[in-house]
């Protein structure tokens, strides 16, 4: 098996809870042979924990310098394009934690920039690899025609399930100016995206593009996009959405916001005329949660109902030996970036379904 030498941007809470743990238990697959982040602190511990020599303040300076056959992008999402964009430029294959990036022209450039390298993009929707969703795929016609979807998504804050469970080193010297110009750069790049707007709806959006689009993306994956988006809400700051999308023959309800509860309440139940399919998630911060599949069927007289927990090993893990799969392969990832070209369009029309509203 060819083994890849990655390059991590961004040692952040997902990065210290997720990637970097799944790497160090691949060894076969992946060497974490660079680490880049803004914080010299992190730098120097996590680099002194997984053994990492090269390292790395600027990502420019890590593709330049060679040796490397991926890139892991898992830094804040107002420089995924630019990290992209660079590892790309430098013959280095990507993948890019969601949203790949906030603004249709960021997205068309990270195409172009894959498209001269000859390299692979993938985002990474790790729901999208978990078994028991792919068995959802395949079962899907079991249903019968389908009559109503409804796509939930309301989770505790990340951070005070991640506190109880693991050990994430925070950083306190990451200059205020370099924070106030992420913060600027955000703004600026969903006003490419949004036009102007009121700062609500910019809030909305940043919801939309970060827990919204594993749910729209794997709503996507199973029934294609909407026809339109009937009708949208949003309260609470941008902090909470509902969504009407309208698929011709049946309806989507889609409804998400984070609140203060320690839970994980995310899931996608399918309605069909002779048969009920529930995909339930729990939190992937706690690995190896598992994700089921709830069924209900009726077959002639009789009613069944199984609930089904094809594996324990996590999305994430799936999701990056699928990575290493299409590398080493020269497959097209499903996660590509014209399937988040896809996710993006529908973030917008929530957004002017809300302003119509």
Not at 170 to 185: C, G, T, V
Not at 306 to 335: C, M, N, Q
Request: proline share 5%; charged share 25%; with cysteine.
């Amino acid at each position: 098996m060819s083994k890849l030498r990655v390059g991590v941007v961004g040692l952040g809470e997902v990065a210290q809870v997720i990637h970097l743990p799944i790497l160090e238990s691949l060894p076969d697959q992946y060497e974490l042979a660079a680490i880049c982040d803004i914080s010299p602190g992190l730098l120097k511990r996590l680099g002194d924990r997984y053994r990492v020599e090269h390292r790395y303040t600027d990502v420019h300076e890590m593709v330049a310098a060679g040796g490397l056959d991926c890139v892991f992008v898992l830094n804040s999402d107002e420089y995924h394009a630019e990290c992209t964009i660079a590892a790309l430029d430098a013959g280095i294959h990507v993948l890019v934690e969601k949203p790949m990036c906030l603004s249709p022209r960021e997205a068309q450039e990270i195409i172009a920039a894959r498209d001269r390298s000859g390299k692979t993009v993938m985002v990474a929707y790790m729901r999208r690899f978990a078994p028991a969703f792919n068995d959802a795929v395949e079962r899907l016609p079991e249903l019968g025609e389908l009559r109503y979807v409804r796509v939930h998504d309301v989770i505790g804050q990340n951070r005070l399930i991640v506190d109880q469970t693991s050990y994430v080193d925070r950083p306190d010297d990451i200059p205020q100016e370099a924070i106030d110009a992420k913060w600027a750069r955000r703004s600026e790049l969903v006003r490419e995206a949004l036009g102007d707007v009121p700062q609500e709806l910019e809030w909305t959006y940043g919801l939309l593009c970060g827990l919204g689009s594993h749910d729209l993306s794997a709503m996507r994956e199973l029934l294609g996009s909407p026809r339109e988006v009937s009708a949208a809400k949003m309260w609470r700051s941008g902090g909470y959405v509902v969504a009407l999308l309208d698929y011709g023959d049946f309806v989507v309800t889609y409804e998400t916001g984070v609140d203060d509860q320690l839970r994980y309440d995310t899931y996608i139940e399918l309605y069909g005329a002779t048969g009920t399919m529930k995909v339930q998630y729990d939190t992937p911060y706690v690995r190896h949660f598992p994700t089921t599949l709830h069924l209900e069927l009726t077959k002639g007289d009789g009613y069944e109902r199984s609930v089904i927990r094809p594996h324990l090993k996590d999305p994430y893990t799936y999701e990056i030996e699928y990575f290493h799969e299409v590398v080493t392969t020269g497959a097209t990832p499903k996660t590509s970036p014209e399937d988040y070209v896809q996710d993006m369009a529908l973030f917008v029309e929530i957004i002017r379904a809300i302003e119509r509203s």
